[in-house]
């Protein structure tokens, strides 16, 4: 069963306190310092910090893949709640595209646990929206191979000796995003370990494999806890983190999974009912929905704010276990557009990611989740980083 016992003024994956995240608890490599003779694996400068894995055969820590714990941020309260504002962060605006799979790879399918048997759906009632009022819509995914299902999946990962649990997204061939609190400690100078994504995860299976991280990038001004919060380490502007993967015998994850792409900038948002919004689909494995073994989809129409910190909101029913998951723009396989094009239609970008699960409310009748709104500081900037380390394939 899935550990979600800790307290909560910090979600429940956040379940566990950060202040409760020692130096103690975690490897020294971890926090930047060093043993004698050894070079630090962790690398800052003014803009990005990045930690190196240890070699392959040297990492002595191993996943529970059948009761990870979660790590999700929760809050009672936020004052930005249903007070939308017509801006976005300074900086600039655009996106990056993504793409199909370009092989399939399928001999890299593992199982990793024995499929859990799930009892049938309940019967379904008015249930789209909480006291919050804003609506969505919760579901199974209905498949989770080929594109564009497969560039999403469960992240697991180590913090000291135990198995934690997120979600994330491929944005490149060897690039996928998450929340940086699945992967350090903000403020706390400390990084976990040991990332193992497993893109279209589906009750035990992983069709096309498992894929560690090589690199993980946070911007430095969460890794030293300077990044302009509502709410410290919880409701911020920077909760995104890319790791870079490490490729297998001359191909990376987006090979076989295909990628999205991302955009920053307000990409996508347009002025609505006084709302800066935008209609956008969630990706996660949230533990309280399916015991977080099948991917869950969530629609709903989300706003910004910049109430402390620069915020995109959406109503849902996901929790613990959905952090880092994507929210996406134009989710889906386009449709043709046909000339002469007399009813307006236009082509649209693939599906592009604009923030992932960062926190939600510890009063879960509120059913409303928030992320760190994607800028040219920070998804640009921790992409840029990645794309530096061509040896690994990861934008080649």
């Known amino acids: 069963m899935k550990n979600q016992s800790f307290a909560v003024t910090v979600f429940s994956t956040f379940v566990l306190a950060t202040s409760s995240l020692t130096t103690s608890s975690l490897a020294v490599a971890q926090t930047g310092g060093s043993t004698s003779g050894s070079r630090s694996p962790v690398a800052s400068n003014s803009n990005t910090t990045v930690f190196t894995a240890p070699a392959s055969g040297s990492q002595t820590q191993s996943i529970d893949y059948l009761n990870p714990r979660t790590l999700y ?45 799930l009892p049938p759906s309940n019967t379904v009632e008015s249930d789209n929206f909480g006291t919050s009022n804003h609506p969505f819509t919760t579901a199974r995914n209905p498949q989770t191979t080929g594109y564009p299902y497969s560039p999403s999946g469960r992240l697991f990962f180590n913090i000291g000796n135990s198995s934690y649990v997120c979600s994330a997204s491929a944005i490149q061939r060897g690039v996928i ?20 994504f497993v893109p279209a995860y589906n009750n035990g299976n992983a069709p096309y494999g498992v894929w560690t991280a090589n690199k993980a990038i946070v911007l430095t001004s969460y890794y030293n806890g300077t990044d302009r919060c509502s709410q410290k380490g919880v409701i911020c502007d920077d909760d995104v983190a890319v790791l870079v993967m490490t490729p297998k015998s001359g191909h990376n994850v987006g090979d076989s999974t295909g990628w999205y792409g991302f955009g920053y900038g307000g990409f996508g948002f347009t002025s609505f009912l006084n709302h800066t919004s935008a209609q956008l689909t969630q990706i996660g494995y949230p533990v309280s929905l399916d015991n977080g073994v099948i991917q869950e989809r969530n629609e709903s129409l989300a706003y910004t704010n910049s109430n402390g ?7 849902s029913l996901m929790t613990g276990g959905s952090s880092g998951g994507p929210w996406l723009l134009n989710y889906g396989v386009n449709p ?61």
């Not at 009063?363 to 992409?383: C, V």
């Open 309 to 315: 910190s620069y915020q995109q909101l959406i109503g």
């Open 177 to 196: 995003v998450t929340a940086a609190h699945c992967v350090a400690n903000f403020g706390a100078k400390q990084f976990y370990s040991n990332w193992q």
């Open 336 to 396: 043709n557009v046909y000339s002469p094009n007399t009813l307006g239609q236009n082509y649209t970008a693939n599906p592009v990611v604009t923030g992932v699960t960062s926190w939600g409310y510890n009063d879960y009748s509120i059913k409303e989740q928030g992320a760190s709104i994607f800028t040219s500081n920070n998804i640009l900037t921790l992409y840029n980083a990645a794309c530096t380390y061509t040896s690994l394939l990861a934008c080649k």
């Open 73 to 117: 941020p929760q809050v009672s309260s936020f004052a930005g709640r249903n007070q939308a504002e017509q801006i976005f962060p300074t900086g600039n605006q655009g996106y990056k595209p993504g793409s199909k799979a370009s092989s399939s790879l399928s001999d890299n399918s593992v199982k990793l646990i024995n499929p859990i048997t």
